[in-house]
T-cell receptor
Framework: SQKIEQNSEALNIQEGKTATLTCNYTNYSPAYLQWYRQDPGRGPVFLLL?????KEKRKERLKVTFDTTLKQSLFHITASQPADSATYLC??????????FGAGTRLFVKA | EPEVTQTPSHQVTQMGQEVILRCVPI?????FYWYRQILGQKVEFLVSFYNNEISEKSEIFDDQFSVERPDGSNFTLKIRSTKLEDSAMYFC????????????FGQGTRLTVV
């Protein structure tokens, strides 16, 4: 069955640095991969979607890469701020009717 | 900005009772989903709904669960006979189209089975 692994349970960085989160997947070749942000007690909030034919996607301070050969996506937050502290979820779609989420990486940005 | 709304925000129920969780998806969206998240664990897919029928369901979504879109706006999840292990946060989500569009999540219903 499809599996998603987000390598770090938690990541601590200093304000202003770049945070890099990793997502690896197995047993599937998704056409799309998504990243979400989740704050405690709240629903996931969509951040970015990247297609299999896109190597990289950017949105403001966010950047996502998608390597279908390595079966890996990297999520970068540049110039990180304490307000970026949250759990970040990687998700892949299996045909539009089912989305599988990774366990998430908790990011702590220290001022 | 349009949003997915869920009610109630918190529901406490006795084991064995039926519960109905309600969701109002964004009005022009066509795909609807229920997910659950047990405290401290990952978001798990339960079921997707498109064109007035279930498109896909997970192994969690057994005969105790059902979904309905009784009118043009509401989307409900029913659990017929709740168990202690059904205690979780339940999220509804909707999408305008398929996998290449973003999913909008509601704020969730925290279900506590006692």
């Amino acid at each position: 069955s499809q599996k998603i692994e987000q390598n770090s349970e938690a990541l601590n960085i200093q304000e202003g640095k770049t945070a890099t989160l990793t997502c690896n997947y197995t047993n599937y070749s998704p056409a799309y991969l998504q990243w979400y942000r989740q704050d405690p007690g709240r629903g996931p909030v969509f951040l970015l979607l990247i297609r299999e034919n896109e190597k990289e996607k950017r949105k403001e301070r966010l950047k996502v890469t998608f390597d279908t050969t390595l079966k890996q996506s990297l999520f970068h937050i540049t110039a990180s701020q304490p307000a970026d502290s949250a759990t970040y979820l990687c998700a892949l779609d299996t045909g539009g009717f089912k989305t599988i989420f990774g366990a998430g990486t908790r990011l702590f940005v220290k001022a | 900005e349009p949003e997915v709304t869920q009610t109630p925000s918190h529901q406490v129920t006795q084991m064995g009772q039926e519960v109905i969780l309600r969701c109002v998806p964004i009005s022009n969206h066509l795909y609807f989903y229920w997910y659950r998240q047990i405290l401290g664990q990952k978001v798990e897919f339960l079921v997707s709904f498109y064109n007035n029928e279930i498109s896909e369901k997970s192994e969690i979504f057994d005969d105790q669960f059902s979904v309905e879109r009784p009118d043009g706006s509401n989307f409900t999840l029913k659990i017929r006979s709740t168990k202690l292990e059904d205690s979780a946060m339940y999220f509804c989500a909707s999408r305008k189209q398929g996998a290449d569009t973003e999913a909008f999540f509601g704020q969730g219903t925290r279900l506590t089975v006692v």
